[in-house]
């Protein structure tokens, strides 16, 4: 079993983990489960482990003069959902997550750190072109999250390094988009997700993505695909539906049920795009 330690400064928290290479346990959602032995027994972590829901420096969500917001790695699923400078997007995959014992008690930075393809916030946050910041004591490096998350579980955190927050860069889109598909309403793991969003003015489709979750080792986002729609009219949408549809369809690759959720997704940005080629009004597409 290995060393349990409690850092109370985030200083005290680099030192540790660049000298002993103790894993941060944030609110020990996903690592006591990884690690349970059993009814009635304290699950036990077979290397270092540092407790590091104590450190003040990981937490807040802050807007930035630029319009970007800044998400402590300690804030909670309920925190997020409950703050109006979150985009929306981003509260609806946190007020999703779990029930409600989890979504107080679970953090953003574990969720990106455990990397699951089923976790619910690295979706809306790589549709949002986020970035991670990360910490040890050779100094900060900030990154997309859509290339920290390199695939099912597995991130590019080095063993001295700290995720501090996620920084999301300001979107004024016109048309967005939201849907987790699990076995219930609240405490299930995502079957799917998606998240879309468009910005439309005077009929020009000047910004669309998509991307999303459990289709894949990791959160989709096709790059090539969102091209084919961008820069369209709203009126060519019936034209190059189905060429999107296949490229988003060629993208993603589901490892169970494949059929059910390569047809729910085709849905879902069909009934997305369909909405604003109808005229629908400027806002949330449900
Ligand atoms: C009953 C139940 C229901 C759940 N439902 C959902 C759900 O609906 N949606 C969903 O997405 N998830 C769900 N989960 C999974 C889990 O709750 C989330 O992934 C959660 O966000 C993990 O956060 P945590 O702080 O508890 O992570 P922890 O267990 O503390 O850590 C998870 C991983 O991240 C690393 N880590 C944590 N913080 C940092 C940091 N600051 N820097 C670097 N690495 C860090 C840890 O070392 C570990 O590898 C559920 C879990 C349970 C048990």
């Known amino acids: 079993m290995g060393m349990t330690y409690i850092p109370s400064t985030l ?171 699990g076995m219930r309403r609240a405490n299930a793991i995502s079957k799917l997700s998606l998240s879309a969003a468009a910005v439309v003015r005077d009929g020009e489709i000047l910004d669309f993505r998509a991307a999303s979750g459990a289709s894949g080792p990791k959160v989709i986002r096709s790059y090539s695909a969102e091209a084919i729609i961008r820069g369209r009219r709203v009126e060519d949408i019936p034209e190059v539906l189905d060429g999107f549809l296949e490229a988003w369809n060629a993208a993603i690759s589901p490892h169970a049920m494949p059929q059910y959720r390569r047809n729910t997704t085709r849905r879902m940005l069909s009934h997305f795009l369909s909405s604003i080629h109808d005229g629908a009004e400027a806002g949330i597409i449900s």
């Open 11 to 181: 200083s005290e928290a680099l030192h540790l983990r660049a000298e002993t290479g103790a894993r941060p346990l944030a609110g020990g959602t996903d690592m006591m489960v990884q690690s349970k032995r059993g009814i009635g027994l304290a699950p036990e972590f077979p290397y270092p482990v540092m407790i590091i829901s104590g450190l003040e420096e990981l937490r807040g969500i802050t807007k930035h003069e630029d319009g970007s917001v800044e998400i402590g790695a300690l804030a909670s699923p309920a925190e997020i959902a409950a703050s109006d400078i979150v985009p929306w997007h981003v509260r609806m995959a946190a007020a999703g997550m779990g029930a409600v014992a989890l979504r107080n008690s679970a953090t953003i930075g574990g969720n990106i750190g455990n990397a699951s393809p089923k976790g619910d916030l690295p979706q809306p946050l790589i549709l949002l072109d986020a970035d991670v910041i990360l910490v040890s004591l050779r100094g900060e490096t900030k990154m997309k999250l859509d290339d920290f998350i390199l695939g099912s579980k597995k991130t590019a955190l080095k063993d001295d390094e700290i995720i501090r927050s996620v920084i999301i860069p300001p979107h004024e889109f016109t048309y967005s988009f939201y849907r987790k598909i």
